[in-house]
Every structure is written in structure tokens, then in C-alpha cells.
């Protein structure tokens, strides 16, 4: 029971309760103690974001650059099975969602929403500083790690396996500790301003989604076990823990530590495959975004129109919303803040788009961590994918 309480899942979900309960306990407050109250939670939630955010990219040089070095030769085969094996995933989970969407919309009725209460654009006080993306991260670990390989420059590999461990003791002592800060202050605002309760006009279709979101991650890790022939459970068992993470920040990148601390326990999985796929993975693998995006899309034109949109718009929208999720932010919302800028003109023929973004962001940002959360534990069923790669090249199967 005592391991139980302290878990960090269980930690998270607390967070994620207390947050709620506060922010409608705001609403109840008067005059000058809502604005304290709201800045407060601003504030926590700006603050502790920054350096989380500023962590993640050193995580991820971290973790990929030492990997390149321990796998050697076999990298470049890798890094391409990976990428295209990120957006086998993310196109079928797209025109599954797309399948379903039109099938099940139709049948559901959407109420009006409640008034949403706006927060100021800023808190007033205000930690910011420069932070590198995780893109950019991701691309300087793999040119270092390549620059490694190819010198043969041993004391340098060294030196990174080094820096691997401190900036995981840094992430287990400073990162993790601000997680459920960050997760609950985010939720309290999603409370207050009323996002939440919005929630249940479109619960069918946010219910859709998530079951959809469900679905994929079991047929992933079912294709994972027939492909490698070993038990998926044995890493989907472990991964509560960064699934409860991942709902609550909303953010693949800020859930990175945690997918490795789960996928460490799995004793089919290899360190120097996971240390690799899965910084790569959270930048351009987002199944569970992509059939929040294509259901929502589904939705949001049925819901203006009283129709559904044409299947061919439907299709080229998914792939190329596919294509744009790799190097989509890591941050809430990332995939549908990027897929805003071709909706007028895939979906919508050039129409304006504002009604349309507007209505679908409202309920992407509410429903976003269960799609951030599939992303990830998923992630585990593709990289056992991977393993698998890895073992069948170091046995001189495939020829480099």
C-alpha cells in the first residue's frame, strides 16, 4: 500500500484531481482573491514549464547521442526503419480514426457550449528564458553521435555516457520532482476558465476518440508481439506510470524521462535501442494526436455543415497531417496548432477557418493528454518493433 501511495502515477492522479477541485474552487472566490488565486496558478504552471521544457532537449542529446555511439554502423539502417515505421503507425491510426469518425458522428447530438473564461496572455510574474526545440535538439544528438561513429573518437564516447548519467540524475532530482506541479496548475486553469465542462458536449465523441486511441495501442503491441515474436505485455505492463504522466502534461516531450524509466523495467527491450527510439519517437511519432485531429475534424465540419466532408479531402488531410507531425511541438496542442494551417484549405476549400479552429481547439485542448498519452505507450510497442530490427542487423542478417 505504502509503494502504492508513493508511485508516480499515483502522485499524478492526485495532481490531476487537486488541480480540477481547485479551479472551480476559484470560481467561488471574490474580487482581488480570484485574480491572486489565477496569477498564482499561472505563474506555477509558466515557471515550472520553463524548466521542464529547457530540460527535455538536454534529455534528449542525453540519451540519443551515447545510443549512436553503442549501436555504431547500425544507426543509419535504424534511423530510417524507425522514421518510416513512426508514420506507418501514425497514417493507419489516421484512417482508422477516419474510418470510425464517419461511421459514429452522424449518430451522436451536440448541445451548445458554455462561455469560455479567457486567462491574460501572460502571468505577472514571468520566468522566461531561451530554450533550444526538440527538433533541433534531436538533430545536433545525431550529428554529434555520427560525428563520434565516424572519428572513432573513443574518449568522446566515454565523456557522453558520462553526461548521460548526470543528466539523469539531474531529471530524477529537479524534473520529476516539478511534474505534478505542473500537471495539477494545468489543470486547475483547464477548470477555472471552463474547458473542462465543455467537455461534456462533445463527451460521445471525446469518449470515440479515446476508446479509438485504446484500440491502437493493443494493435500495436499485438503486431509488435507477432513481428518479434516476443510477449508485448512485458513492456506495455510497465507503462501506467508514463500513460498517467503523459494525460496530464499533455507534452510527449515532458513525458520522455518517465517512458524510459518504464521501458527500463521491461526485460525484453534493450537499453541502447530504447535510448535511441524513444527521444526520436516522442518528435514524430503521434498516432493518438492524429485520431484526436482527423475525429475532431470529422466532427467540427458535421457539426457547422450537417454533413460529413468528402472522403478524398478527409484522406489527403490525414496524410499530409501525418507528415506534419513529425517535428510537431512538444507541447499541448502541438499537432493542432500545426494542422490549423491547412485545414481552410484542404477541408474547408478555402473558406475561412477561424469558427472551424476555434470550436475544434476548444475541445483538442481539453481531450489533448489522451492523445499525448497514447502517443507514448505506444512508443514502447514500436521500439520492442525495433529491437527486433537491431538484433536481426548485429546477426548479419541485413546487409548494410
Known amino acids: 500500500m505504502k509503494k502504492l501511495f508513493g508511485s508516480t502515477a499515483f502522485v499524478l492522479i492526485v495532481a490531476i484531481l487537486a488541480g480540477t477541485l481547485a ?11 480570484v485574480i491572486v488565486a489565477r496569477e498564482t496558478l499561472m505563474s506555477l504552471k509558466k515557471a515550472t514549464g520553463q524548466v521542464i521544457f529547457f530540460m527535455v532537449p538536454l534529455l534528449i542529446f542525453a540519451c540519443v547521442t551515447p545510443s549512436i555511439t553503442r549501436l555504431s554502423s547500425n544507426v543509419t539502417s535504424l534511423l530510417v526503419f524507425t522514421m518510416v515505421l513512426a508514420y506507418l503507425s501514425s497514417i493507419g491510426a489516421a484512417f482508422f480514426s477516419m474510418s470510425v ?17 479567457p486567462l491574460p496572455k501572460e502571468p505577472l510574474v514571468n520566468l522566461s528564458f ?15 553521435g555520427l560525428g563520434v561513429v565516424w572519428t572513432k573518437y573513443r574518449a568522446a564516447a566515454v565523456m557522453l555516457e558520462k553526461l ?10 529537479i524534473l520529476l520532482p516539478l511534474l505534478p506541479v505542473f500537471v495539477g496548475s494545468n489543470f486547475a486553469l483547464l477548470a477555472y476558465t471552463g474547458q473542462i465542462t465543455n467537455m461534456g458536449v462533445f463527451l460521445p465523441v471525446v469518449a470515440m476518440i479515446v476508446v479509438c486511441q485504446l484500440v491502437w495501442i493493443v494493435f500495436m503491441y499485438v503486431v509488435a508481439s507477432v513481428y518479434t515474436g516476443s510477449n508485448g505485455w512485458h513492456v506495455l505492463k510497465y507503462y501506467p506510470k508514463a500513460y498517467f504522466t503523459a494525460l496530464g502534461s499533455m507534452s510527449s516531450a515532458a513525458t520522455l524521462p518517465f517512458a524510459i524509466e518504464c521501458i527500463e523495467k521491461s526485460p525484453i527491450v534493450k537499453k541502447e535501442t530504447y535510448d535511441f527510439t524513444l527521444p526520436l519517437f516522442c518528435n514524430i511519432h ?3 494526436s492524429v485520431i484526436a485531429e482527423i475525429a475532431l475534424v ?11 466532408p468528402s472522403m478524398l479531402n ?9 507528415v506534419i507531425a513529425i517535428g510537431s511541438p512538444g507541447v499541448p496542442g502541438g499537432l493542432n496548432v500545426a494542422c490549423s494551417t491547412i485545414v481552410g484549405s484542404i477541408i474547408l476549400g478555402g473558406e475561412n477557418p477561424e469558427t472551424f479552429i476555434g470550436i475544434m481547439t476548444a475541445i483538442y485542448t481539453v481531450q489533448d493528454g489522451f492523445g499525448t498519452a497514447c502517443n507514448v505507450t505506444t512508443d514502447g510497442a514500436l521500439t520492442l518493433i525495433c529491437d527486433k530490427k537491431v538484433a536481426k542487423i548485429e546477426s548479419g542478417d541485413i546487409v548494410q
Open 298 to 308: 470529422t466532427t467540427t465540419y458535421y457539426t457547422l455543415n450537417g454533413s460529413l
Open 314 to 322: 478527409l484522406a489527403v488531410f490525414s496524410v499530409v497531417a501525418c
Open 130 to 144: 531561451p530554450t533550444m526545440d526538440t527538433m533541433s535538439a534531436l538533430l545536433l544528438a545525431l550529428l554529434v
Open 101 to 117: 469518425s464517419r461511421f459514429f458522428v452522424p449518430l451522436f447530438h451536440f448541445g451548445s457550449q458554455a462561455e469560455v473564461i
Open 23 to 33: 479551479g472551480y474552487g476559484i470560481k467561488l472566490l471574490d474580487g482581488d482573491a
Open 164 to 173: 548521460q548519467e548526470m543528466i539523469l540524475l539531474l531529471v530524477r532530482k
Open 286 to 288: 503521434l498516432c493518438g
